[in-house]
């Protein structure tokens, strides 16, 4: 297998792999970088030019994975592209918001770039998207060789996969996106055990030892504990939150919460593309019965709608929960907002459930000592640290010796790094040649072929 790594930074980001079996050429994902703004923000797809793409796999819809499919389509307009059935659910609507998004980037700040595609073309795409079901052996043909793909359960999001591809006698493992622990809205992944030829495995959480005490449910009961808090002492509570996954789950939390007794009695506010998404939950849950949601935990939250306009720099004084994108609190979405008016009071929380790169703004508030200032650049407001700054165990990624774990019981000769910022893969890397000391361990070069 030929494999080349097309996100430009490597790291976590514009998320693809071009995958070379025999004669079948497959793209892995396409994603869109979130710190990164026009034609830079997409995979460098120069590696594709004159070749024939036989398939596009997508392992689920955040952005980072999805985010350039309409601009790979269009410049392969052969190439099917298969995901599973939930992802099939949910892709168009992603992509549908991702265009509105750079057309309102273009005209505030004025990218030439973008959009780097249009509604015409995500309608164009969908009677090429495919959907199947976890477990479901699809096989694919070139003019020569023939691959067989199937989909696992890989947790983290509604419809994420894991793909694992036969070709003659060898088993490859992708691992994509992967949680193992049960969400409220899903259950955690599900892989196949035993032997892999060569396993491509997610490194997210490799600088992040859990320590004792933080397991989920903990998290869970601290984060209602902090709500409460809060909240009675007049303050309101904020939890930047990605819109596809992370939303639905807190809604699922406050839910439970509330229905025990153990929530005060407070407004709840949100707004944009995860209320939206909760209707699509619902769909999934039903069809598929692999999601765990009902859009009537709104109805029984009493959830309000945000401001369409809020006002930066301006504390919001309603003694309410905000639950809001997104989750690193970049900037211009509704948290960033939010929490520019929120900071400098020590009523006030803001606390972040998932996830942040250290170099968003979610990130830099998390490495911020209370009572210094932040500067909130883009809305031209600095304000003094004074609201509590919480974080919370609750990522949709797993753990580092989970996934070592897993790694280890492969028994893979090749191990590939992907997805990590790099003193992540560092830390695999170590672990591995130390546990699998006769596997061959990869961290790849953005935009170098690799024989795997």
């Given at each position: 297998m030929k494999l080349t790594d097309l996100n430009r930074d490597g790291g976590i980001g514009a998320n693809s792999l071009f995958i070379q079996l025999g004669d079948l050429n497959i793209l892995l994902d396409c994603g869109l970088h979130p710190k990164r703004v026009g034609r830079v923000?997409?995979?460098?797809?120069?590696?594709?030019?004159?070749?024939?793409l036989d398939l596009i796999i997508i392992t689920h819809c955040h952005l980072?994975?999805?985010g350039s499919l309409p601009v790979v389509m269009r410049e392969h307009p052969n190439a099917p592209v298969i995901m599973t059935t939930s992802s099939r659910m949910l892709v168009e609507r992603m992509l549908h918001n991702s265009a509105n998004v750079m057309l309102r980037q273009k005209e505030e700040d004025n990218i030439p770039d973008y959009p780097l595609f249009t509604h015409d073309d995500i309608d164009r795409c969908g009677k090429r998207l495919v959907g199947l079901p976890f477990g479901h052996a699809k096989h694919f043909r070139g003019a020569k060789d023939e691959i067989e793909v199937i989909f696992h359960p890989a947790g983290h999001v509604a419809g994420a996969a894991a793909v694992e591809i036969h070709h003659k006698h060898r088993a490859i493992f992708f691992t994509g996106d992967?949680?193992?622990?049960n969400?409220?809205?899903?259950?955690?992944?599900?892989?196949?055990?035993?032997?892999f030829d060569t396993l491509v495995m997610e490194t997210t959480r490799g600088t992040t030892e859990r320590p004792l005490g933080k397991e989920r449910v903990n998290e869970v009961a601290r984060l209602i504990s902090s709500i409460n808090d809060t909240i009675q002492r007049g303050g309101s509570y904020l939890i930047p939150v990605f819109a596809l996954g992370r939303m639905q789950e807190l809604f699922s939390v406050l839910h439970d919460a509330r229905k025990f007794g153990r929530l005060v009695e407070c407004p709840i506010y949100t707004g944009g593309l995860g209320v939206d998404l909760a209707d699509y939950f619902d769909d999934i849950a039903r069809k598929t019965k692999h999601v765990q949601f009902n859009r009537n935990i709104l109805k029984d939250l009493k959830v309000k709608p945000t401001p369409r306009k809020i006002a930066t720099g301006e504390d919001q004084k309603q003694n309410a929960i905000y639950i809001v994108s997104s989750g690193m609190m970049v900037e211009r979405t509704?948290?960033?907002?939010?929490?520019?008016?929120?900071?400098?009071?020590?009523?006030?929380?803001?606390?972040?459930?998932g996830y942040c790169d250290p170099d968003t703004p979610g990130g830099q508030?998390?490495?911020t000592k209370p009572g210094d200032d932040f500067l909130f650049a883009a809305a031209n407001v600095k304000v003094k640290v004074k609201a509590h700054v919480e974080r919370f165990e609750m990522s949709g990624h797993a753990d580092r010796e989970e996934l070592l774990e897993f790694a280890v019981?492969?028994?893979a000769r090749s191990v590939v790094l992907t997805h990590g910022d790099p003193a992540a893969r560092a830390w695999f890397a170590q672990q591995l040649a130390t546990q699998m000391p006769a596997a061959r361990v990869l961290d790849p070069v953005p935009l170098q072929t690799y024989q795997v």
């Amino acid at each position: 297998m030929k494999l080349t790594d097309l996100n430009r930074d490597g790291g976590i980001g514009a998320n693809s792999l071009f995958i070379q079996l025999g004669d079948l050429n497959i793209l892995l994902d396409c994603g869109l970088h979130p710190k990164r703004v026009g034609r830079v923000a997409t995979p460098d797809l120069k590696a594709l030019r004159g070749v024939t793409l036989d398939l596009i796999i997508i392992t689920h819809c955040h952005l980072d994975h999805i985010g350039s499919l309409p601009v790979v389509m269009r410049e392969h307009p052969n190439a099917p592209v298969i995901m599973t059935t939930s992802s099939r659910m949910l892709v168009e609507r992603m992509l549908h918001n991702s265009a509105n998004v750079m057309l309102r980037q273009k005209e505030e700040d004025n990218i030439p770039d973008y959009p780097l595609f249009t509604h015409d073309d995500i309608d164009r795409c969908g009677k090429r998207l495919v959907g199947l079901p976890f477990g479901h052996a699809k096989h694919f043909r070139g003019a020569k060789d023939e691959i067989e793909v199937i989909f696992h359960p890989a947790g983290h999001v509604a419809g994420a996969a894991a793909v694992e591809i036969h070709h003659k006698h060898r088993a490859i493992f992708f691992t994509g996106d992967v949680l193992f622990e049960n969400q409220r809205t899903l259950p955690g992944a599900k892989f196949p055990a035993g032997h892999f030829d060569t396993l491509v495995m997610e490194t997210t959480r490799g600088t992040t030892e859990r320590p004792l005490g933080k397991e989920r449910v903990n998290e869970v009961a601290r984060l209602i504990s902090s709500i409460n808090d809060t909240i009675q002492r007049g303050g309101s509570y904020l939890i930047p939150v990605f819109a596809l996954g992370r939303m639905q789950e807190l809604f699922s939390v406050l839910h439970d919460a509330r229905k025990f007794g153990r929530l005060v009695e407070c407004p709840i506010y949100t707004g944009g593309l995860g209320v939206d998404l909760a209707d699509y939950f619902d769909d999934i849950a039903r069809k598929t019965k692999h999601v765990q949601f009902n859009r009537n935990i709104l109805k029984d939250l009493k959830v309000k709608p945000t401001p369409r306009k809020i006002a930066t720099g301006e504390d919001q004084k309603q003694n309410a929960i905000y639950i809001v994108s997104s989750g690193m609190m970049v900037e211009r979405t509704p948290s960033y907002a939010f929490a520019s008016g929120l900071l400098g009071h020590a009523r006030n929380t803001i606390a972040f459930v998932g996830y942040c790169d250290p170099d968003t703004p979610g990130g830099q508030l998390l490495a911020t000592k209370p009572g210094d200032d932040f500067l909130f650049a883009a809305a031209n407001v600095k304000v003094k640290v004074k609201a509590h700054v919480e974080r919370f165990e609750m990522s949709g990624h797993a753990d580092r010796e989970e996934l070592l774990e897993f790694a280890v019981q492969t028994s893979a000769r090749s191990v590939v790094l992907t997805h990590g910022d790099p003193a992540a893969r560092a830390w695999f890397a170590q672990q591995l040649a130390t546990q699998m000391p006769a596997a061959r361990v990869l961290d790849p070069v953005p935009l170098q072929t690799y024989q795997v």
